[in-house]
T-cell receptor, first 114, second 114 residues
Framework: EADIYQTPRYLVIGTGKKITLECSQT?????MYWYQQDPGMELHLIHY???????EKGDLSSESTVSRIRTEHFPLTLESARPSHTSQYLC?????????????FGPGTRLLVL | KNQVEQSPQSLIILEGKNCTLQ??????????LRWYKQDTGRGPVSLTI?????NTKSNGRYTATLDADTKQSSLHITASQLSDSASYIC?????????????FGRGTQLTVWP
């Protein structure tokens, strides 16, 4: 099993609250990703990072922001949560320099905004 | 538009039976194709990966095939077990380099009944 962790696993929060979803990995991977996944739908890339101090927006527009101050840590922040943010958020990491570059996923955070 | 289409959307089989899941893609250029298994409430876990030159890859009871000419892949599960109940996601990469992106299918939800 991959050494990538997400907290919290479940979060129920009211509209307008600020939240931070944590993601950390102990594999020394330089690339990290955040995906959003609704039930029965495909994963959508919302943020990624090539390494420390690198952050890029993904394919799906998101009101969230990310930071990469340390290699192992890639938190995602929502300044003001809304019901439309209700979804599952998956963090992943991969190592460059390999031809396969398999992404390893965390267990996910299920977010419910009331 | 690059797409990954999976069928069937859902499947129910009895324990011990075999099944085959399908994946058709239009991603171009093509680098590799992965099958992931996603248990309920968990992140996806890689099962197999195939490049253009590979037409079959096995991982225990899972066997993936790839026809790069017709842009089709299948995942065959032999002697199914209750623990095979999960969503199986087909993921296609358009490049093997750092700049490559992933295209996700919506998955096939497999349920194995005793």
């Amino acid at each position: 099993e991959a050494d990538i962790y997400q907290t919290p696993r479940y979060l129920v929060i009211g509209t307008g609250k600020k939240i931070t979803l944590e993601c950390s990995q102990t594999m020394g991977h330089d690339k990290m990703y955040w995906y959003q996944q609704d039930p029965g739908m495909e994963l959508h890339l919302i943020h990624y990072s090539y390494g420390v101090n690198s952050t890029e927006k993904g394919d799906l527009s998101s009101e969230s922001t990310v930071s990469r101050i340390r290699t192992e840590h890639f938190p995602l922040t929502l300044e003001s949560a809304r019901p439309s943010h209700t979804s599952q958020y998956l963090c992943a990491s991969s190592s460059t320099g390999t031809t396969e570059e398999t992404q390893y996923f965390g267990p996910g955070t299920r977010l419910l905004v009331l | 538009k690059n797409q990954v289409e999976q069928s069937p959307q859902s499947l129910i089989i009895l324990e011990g039976k075999n099944c085959t899941l399908q994946c058709n893609y239009t991603v171009s250029p093509f680098s590799n194709l992965r099958w992931y298994k996603q248990d309920t409430g968990r992140g996806p876990v890689s099962l197999t990966i195939m490049t253009f030159s590979e037409n079959t890859k096995s991982n225990g009871r899972y066997t993936a095939t790839l026809d790069a000419d017709t842009k089709q892949s299948s995942l065959h599960i032999t002697a199914s077990q209750l623990s095979d109940s999960a969503s199986y996601i087909c993921v296609v990469s358009d490049r093997g380099s750092t700049l490559g992106r992933l295209y996700f299918g919506r998955g096939t939800q497999l349920t194995v009944w005793p």
